[in-house]
């Protein structure tokens, strides 16, 4: 049915009966009310311009926001579709951007830390848990732990790369990089970096160098 909401008249609102009341004063403004929990929730019933396709999005709820705050809002989003656009598009739209922008604000220590809850924990022995957590916490950590993740690229893998060789061997740092390489991979899974953007595997990897013993004669020449 059709009511003028107020304040007084959402707060006083009792029943046990599920309602869908519609104001009078604003174009699609419904309050639904649920006779079990007693939520009471203001949506906004439109019409896009150029499809003919009805919305319903989501405005707040009274425990939330005054019915002043909430008339507020539904004209501003009546003067978008007016406009042409799509209030609830561009919310989520705005939703996924500040998910993504979160996300990209990882460092990769944060996530090394839920890439070792997440992962290495159930997915490997007790023996290979021990030398992952050696090499994360001694080698990867203070190398590029700061880094935020949006921000890791292969120029600075390639630094942390050579880094590790140069101070230990070729085969030391090649098992450094697999790691991170596993790690790269579980953060696409998760979302956290682009699908099928791991660039550990364009790094030219080193052999350790052979030894060659010369053999002596009798003489010891």
Known sequence: FKKTLTDYY???????????????????LHLRYSG????????????????????????????????KDIRNRALKYRQMVSDGRDPMQEVQDELKRQEIEIRNRK??????????????TTNKKPSSQKSDKGIIEKSVKPALGKIYISELDLPKLIDFYNAVRKRTSASTANHHIALVSTFWNWCERYKYLPVNSNPCKLIEKGKNEKIEYAVLDEQGY
């Open 107 to 120: 460092t990769v220590a944060e996530l090394l830390d839920e890439y070792w809850d997440k992962y290495i």
């Open 36 to 67: 079990r929990t007693g939520n009471k929730v203001f949506y906004l019933s439109y019409i896009l311009k150029y499809t003919g396709r009805q919305r319903n999005i989501r405005l707040g709820s009274f425990n939330d926001f005054s019915v």
């Open 10 to 28: 959402v707060r006083s609102l009792i029943s046990k009966t599920d309602m869908q009341i519609t104001d009078t004063q604003i174009h699609g």
